[in-house]
């Protein structure tokens, strides 16, 4: 085993694992923005869709949504009589976003009931619509709440996308696969452990940053209550 | 593409599953549980060179996807307990290990670093005015272990618990990689018989969700009556 060849040839793929997270990361933001608007102003019906929403998210494996989306979306492009253009790294880009909009979605809204009740109140007595209250009130504040939260479900989506090459996605795993057996499968742990310091660099990266908005935020911080993040993994 | 028929046969398919299923899920956070109070307990009570071992090793298993903990515990428990064993002079084939035991072994390494997590956080919850309390009353560390705090911190873990356990049940999931069948991996023999992907994938969504709906309403039932209680 070559790790000065290995190396480089995992790092290729990485750009695939970057578009992979940055798209969930973006698409799923602002879903769990829309599904988080419609869940605290509790529309009716649409609000209860959004629960279903979030609980599918939340309570399926990330593999089997994987799976649901590559064989499901087909389905939906057929709907709308759209040419077929799903390829795994398409399913896989759909199926993590839904993932983590779900994901983030119970991060953003403990967040926003976790400020302080009084400030709601003041801003609705003042007459400020919906949005006005979400951008100059309560949004200011929920930001810093949910930050440490935020950290956490980025860090696990880094370690979800791990699991796209189960439905065909060219990433670092999959070339790792194809690494270990042009070496007729005698390295298997070597590299396994080469992928782990792959992956935990990524997640320390991705904590750093976040960690450096809390950080800068703090000093915008009202009130001192920190927000209770369940450690607890999510795959 | 859509087939409706289908749907009733599979789901008898992958129902087959779930017991298997929650038995391993119930192993492994029983496992995790015992090691990650050890861990929190280690945090807690400010153990000196032990504590900077398990911080160590927190940080290890999270930021290491759960995967690829997985494949590192096919490809390396064996030897590893094959060499372990020839230490003590036993000889004994590790190869033979069967795959749920690794998956096992693995899951519960992973689920220990978060379990450490709750279990801390529910320690951390415990006013010490009470320990000083029951201190002066004259207990000892035992009486006060066993009759003030661990009454309340279980409840206080609770809701945490629940959501650990459901993790460790979608973990399960990737058990399928090194051929341990569980819900996820029994729809996918399934369907792999009748080529109906969608339909199998969707009523595994389905027993995921009301597993999920059942662990955490159930969960909530018990915390409301203990609550009542203390």
Redesign the interface.
Known sequence: MDLSIMIPELLLALPLTLAITFTAMIAGFVLALITTTFRVRRTPVVSQFADLYV??A???????QL??AF??LP?VV?LFDVEDFVSPNVAAMVGLSLYHGGYLSEVLRPAYLAVERGQHDAADSLGYTFRQKILRVVGPQAVHIALPGYGNAI?YL???V??VM?IGAADV?ATAHLVMERDYNQY??ET??V??AI??LL??VAWLVVRFFEMRNSKFALTATPAKV?????? | ??DSEVLLPDLWDILGAVPVTLTMALAIFVLSTIVGSLFAMVEYRRVPVLRELVVAYKV?F????????I??AY??LPPALQFLASLIGIEFNGHATPNWVTLIVALTA??SA?QA??VK?ALNSFDTGQADAAYSLGYKRSQLFRRVMLPQVIVAAIP?LA??F??IM??L??G??IEVVDI?AQ??LTAALNFY??EA??I??VI??V???IVTHGADRVEAALRART
């Open positions: 609980s599918y939340r309570s399926v494996p990330v593999v089997l799976f649901v064989y499901g389905l057929d860090i880094i370690h979800n791990a699991l189960y795993m298997q742990f396994y452990l992928l782990a992956y935990s997640c320390l369940t450690m607890m993994a999510s795959v | 593409m859509f290890a999270k930021g290491v996807p759960m995967v690829i903990v494949f590192l490809y390396g992973c689920v978060f997590e709750v956080g945490d959501n650990s459901m993790v979608k973990a999931s990737l399928f990689a996820f729809s996918q992907y969608l994938f969707l595994a969504v995921y969700m597993i999920a709906y």
